[in-house]
T-cell receptor, first 115, second 112 residues
Framework: EAGVTQFPSHSVIEKGQTVTLRCDPISGHDNLYWYRRVMGKEIKFLLHFVKESKQDESGMPNNRFLAERTGGTYSTLKVQPAELEDSGVYFC????FGQGKETQYFGPGTRLLVL | GNSVTQMEGPVTLSEEAFLTINCTYTATGYPSLFWYVQYPGEGLQLLLKATKADDKGSNKGFEATYRKETTSFHLEKGSVQVSDSAVYFCALSTGGGNKLTFGTGTQLKVEL
């Protein structure tokens, strides 16, 4: 069974440009999470989808970030326009529903560098 | 709010040494506790977890016990190997959404 995949693995863009990150969760996982790790700091929660609906977006830093999950499958996270402080590693994770099935499985991350 | 504090790294050990990485937490309610590991060039992997007080999670020789009285979940391994070199993250989740709150991570380097 394929794990969580993320694309691209790395992205280098200039301040003011737009970048779109993609996450493909494990098939059948209704929960999808986005997290971010800024250099040297803790990994922070951004938002949580249940199928195609945003369950919790309390961690989204500002309105330059837009997340979608089309049809409850893959998800995209768009940053527009990107700022220097958006640099970091963006992780996606997915999980099932149900007691004992809530373990989150993480993708390898997308390393974003804004110059 | 929820928070996790773990010891700062990097931690450098010789092979076969004993490992302890301290983790303490603050949480509303009764959290589930996790240790995740990130090997070089890879994503986060769940190492072990515990869902209630006094539970012990274990995997690959690593252990951690959920201590409610000290709000701690310290990671231990009796004899580390070079292949254990990685970044270790302590985390917790509460509530129905299960979003994770992480510590800052501890880098472990094991040398021959």
């Amino acid at each position: 069974e394929a794990g969580v995949t993320q694309f691209p693995s790395h992205s280098v863009i200039e301040k003011g440009q737009t970048v779109t990150l993609r996450c493909d969760p494990i098939s059948g996982h209704d929960n999808l999470y986005w997290y971010r790790r800024v250099m040297g700091k803790e990994i922070k929660f951004l938002l949580h989808f249940v199928k195609e609906s945003k369950q919790d977006e309390s961690g989204m830093p500002n309105n330059r970030f837009l997340a979608e999950r089309t049809g409850g499958t893959y998800s995209t996270l768009k940053v527009q326009p990107a700022e220097l402080e958006d640099s970091g590693v963006y992780f996606c994770a997915s999980s099932q529903f149900g007691q004992g099935k809530e373990t989150q499985y993480f993708g390898p991350g997308t390393r974003l560098l804004v110059l | 709010g929820n928070s996790v504090t773990q010891m700062e790294g990097p931690v450098t050990l010789s092979e076969e040494a004993f490992l302890t990485i301290n983790c303490t937490y603050t949480a509303t309610g009764y959290p589930s506790l996790f240790w995740y590991v990130q090997y070089p060039g890879e994503g986060l992997q769940l190492l072990l977890k515990a869902t209630k007080a006094d539970d012990k999670g274990s995997n690959k020789g690593f252990e951690a016990t959920y201590r409610k009285e000290t709000t701690s979940f310290h990671l231990e391994k009796g004899s580390v190997q070079v292949s254990d070199s990685a970044v270790y993250f302590c985390a917790l989740s509460t509530g129905g959404g299960n979003k994770l709150t992480f510590g800052t991570g501890t880098q472990l380097k094991v040398e021959l």
